[in-house]
């Protein structure tokens, strides 16, 4: 096959090879080469490739039908799954708005809760407070959250320029405070970025429980999250936890925000939830945000192809495995595995100065000096320089250089939920030669 320029635009002039089939955790490409899916795309593909189950059930639903707009038909795939969504929530989190990706959950999340203020007589309230640095997307509304300043700056003039509080630099972060202060240092300056907005004019939060692409699977103080909550509750303010890339059982559990007993005002979920089968998120929100809206004329919102039930199908489909193979604890006892695999990785590489995560969310994070924590030189490029190198022994990883002091080149391992040890131990054989290779090339040497 030869490559056909006018689809897409190439990000680089060096374009990946064809892809041909994918089986459990592997990829195969065109010739014949298997790589081990170690991010799971782009902590996507959380129950493996080509699941059975999945294609049948998808198979069943295109036999009867693909599509019938929401405004004219129900179909029993989208009821089946919301259902099936609102059972595996926490708490009263149980109405469901379908889309079609993380983006478009996070608008609908903002949107939903403008909506609801304004039933509630609260109009002066629009703005959203999130982190610097996160991710939230990259349509004009979530990128105005996303604290990016590569992705966002260049739109800078075309959006409102929504107030941001520092994530938690916990890794960094040179203080002397013990690790409960520290959550609680970070959770008040949104406090005080609240006073300083003007309480009346703030809608919601946004956060996401465990860092992504933006921090690496940075993982904030305990006492960080409940904190959070407190503040929001103080002043009225909706708390939006976005798990597009956390929920779906990514962190070993459901939602991350159960690993601290927090239920979220609202939801956005995506990538994990239709795992790659198809293009599938959702806004997740309790029917006492939801009623008044519905009650005012309804949602100003929606998407033609929101709830179509060939995407519903897979996604119900995608639910059940999680249910019933136990993947969301394999994902907290293998994420063990791979936590303690990778921080054994420290003693051989002096580069590698921290090891992190929740669940099969890991990461761990280049250093030039433990001691001092400098990041190693950007013009080494080493995060995506050691993403090449894992991908031509046939591992694909996933990678960035964090801007914003809160953490430096990281390097994300999160394979899908379906991993054994032993296929844990595959990854780590590809990773030492690749992190060996790396070493030699840059110069930067082993421990041993
Ligand atoms: N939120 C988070 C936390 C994400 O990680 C992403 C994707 N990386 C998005 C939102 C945006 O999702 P999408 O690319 O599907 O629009």
Same mark, same amino acid.
């Given at each position: 096959?030869?490559?056909?320029?006018?689809?897409?635009?190439?990000?680089?002039?060096?374009?990946?090879?064809?892809?041909?089939? %994918?089986?459990?955790?592997?990829?195969?490409?065109?010739? %014949?080469?298997?790589?081990?899916?170690?991010?799971?795309?782009?902590?996507?593909?959380?129950?493996?490739?080509?699941?059975?189950?999945?294609?049948?059930?998808?198979?069943?639903?295109?036999?009867?039908?693909?599509?019938?707009?929401?405004?004219?038909?129900?179909?029993?795939?989208?009821?089946?799954?919301?259902?099936?969504?609102?059972?595996?929530?926490?708490?009263?989190?149980?109405?469901?708005?379908?889309?079609?990706?993380?983006?478009?959950?996070?608008?609908?999340?903002?949107?939903?809760?403008?909506?609801?203020?304004?039933?509630?007589?609260?109009?002066?309230?629009?703005?959203?407070?999130?982190?610097?640095?996160?991710?939230?997307?990259?349509?004009?509304?979530?990128?105005?959250?996303?604290?990016?300043?590569?992705?966002?700056?260049?739109?800078?003039?075309?959006?409102?320029?929504?107030?941001?509080?520092?994530?938690?630099?916990?890794?960094?972060?040179?203080?002397?405070?013990?690790?409960?202060?520290?959550?609680?240092?970070?959770?008040?300056?949104?406090?005080?970025?609240?006073?300083?907005?003007?309480?009346?004019?703030?809608?919601?939060?946004?956060?996401?429980?465990?860092?992504?692409?933006?921090?690496?699977?940075?993982?904030?103080?305990?006492?960080?999250?409940?904190?959070?909550?407190?503040?929001?509750?103080?002043?009225?303010?909706?708390?939006?936890?976005?798990?597009?890339?956390? %929920?779906?059982?990514?962190? %070993?559990?459901?939602?991350?925000?159960?690993?601290?007993?927090?239920?979220?005002?609202?939801?956005?979920?995506?990538?994990?939830?239709?795992?790659?089968?198809?293009?599938?998120?959702?806004?997740?929100?309790?029917?006492?945000?939801?009623?008044?809206?519905?009650?005012?004329?309804?949602?100003?919102?929606?998407?033609?192809?929101?709830?179509?039930?060939?995407?519903?199908?897979?996604?119900?489909?995608?639910?059940?495995?999680?249910?019933?193979?136990?993947?969301?604890?394999?994902?907290?006892?293998?994420?063990?595995?791979?936590?303690?695999?990778?921080?054994?990785?420290?003693?051989?590489?002096?580069?590698?100065?921290?090891?992190?995560?929740?669940?099969?969310?890991?990461?761990?994070?280049?250093?030039?000096?433990?001691?001092?924590?400098?990041?190693?030189?950007?013009?080494?490029?080493?995060?995506?320089?050691?993403?090449?190198?894992?991908?031509?022994?046939?591992?694909?990883?996933?990678?960035?250089?964090?801007?914003?002091?809160?953490?430096?080149?990281?390097?994300?391992?999160?394979?899908?939920?379906?991993?054994?040890?032993?296929?844990?131990?595959?990854?780590?054989?590809?990773?030492?030669?690749?992190?060996?290779?790396?070493?030699?090339?840059?110069?930067?040497?082993?421990?041993?």
């Amino acid at each position: 096959m030869t490559d056909a320029p006018s689809n897409l635009f190439y990000q680089s002039r060096n374009p990946r090879p064809f892809l041909d089939r %994918g089986e459990g955790i592997y990829l195969f490409d065109q010739s %014949g080469k298997r790589y081990i899916d170690g991010s799971s795309g782009a902590m996507v593909s959380n129950i493996g490739h080509s699941n059975p189950r999945v294609l049948a059930a998808m198979k069943a639903q295109m036999d009867r039908s693909t599509f019938g707009y929401r405004l004219h038909f129900r179909t029993e795939a989208s009821e089946a799954l919301a259902t099936k969504t609102a059972q595996m929530m926490p708490g009263d989190l149980d109405r469901v708005f379908f889309v079609s990706g993380g983006s478009e959950a996070v608008e609908s999340a903002v949107k939903l809760a403008r909506q609801y203020a304004i039933t509630q007589g609260q109009q002066s309230r629009w703005k959203v407070i999130s982190r610097f640095p996160s991710y939230h997307g990259c349509t004009l509304g979530a990128l105005d959250l996303t604290g990016y300043d590569p992705l966002a700056r260049p739109f800078d003039p075309m959006m409102r320029g929504m107030p941001k509080i520092p994530a938690p630099a916990t890794y960094l972060d040179r203080d002397n405070l013990t690790e409960h202060d520290r959550g609680l240092k970070y959770a008040e300056m949104l406090r005080e970025k609240i006073l300083a907005e003007g309480p009346d004019t703030v809608l919601a939060f946004i956060m996401e429980p465990v860092g992504g692409a933006s921090t690496g699977a940075l993982v904030a103080p305990d006492s960080y999250y409940g904190r959070i909550r407190e503040i929001c509750d103080e002043f009225g303010i909706l708390l939006i936890y976005d798990e597009v890339m956390t %929920g779906a059982g990514r962190t %070993g559990r459901f939602l991350a925000a159960e690993h601290w007993g927090i239920v979220p005002d609202i939801v956005a979920l995506s990538k994990g939830f239709g795992a790659g089968y198809v293009p599938l998120g959702a806004t997740v929100a309790p029917a006492r945000l939801v009623e008044p809206i519905l009650d005012a004329g309804g949602f100003l919102h929606g998407f033609t192809y929101a709830g179509n039930p060939l995407a519903c199908s897979a996604g119900l489909a995608v639910l059940e495995e999680l249910e019933t193979q136990g993947l969301i604890d394999n994902a907290a006892a293998m994420g063990e595995v791979l936590i303690g695999r990778l921080q054994g990785l420290m003693e051989r590489y002096p580069f590698i100065g921290d090891v992190r995560g929740k669940g099969l969310l890991t990461a761990f994070e280049f250093v030039a000096d433990r001691d001092t924590m400098e990041p190693l030189p950007v013009g080494l490029n080493a995060h995506s320089r050691l993403v090449e190198i894992a991908y031509e022994h046939g591992l694909i990883t996933y990678s960035r250089r964090t801007r914003g002091g809160v953490a430096g080149d990281h390097f994300l391992v999160a394979p899908p939920l379906i991993i054994s040890e032993a296929q844990i131990d595959e990854i780590m054989e590809i990773l030492v030669e690749s992190l060996d290779a790396f070493a030699s090339e840059t110069g930067l040497g082993t421990g041993t």
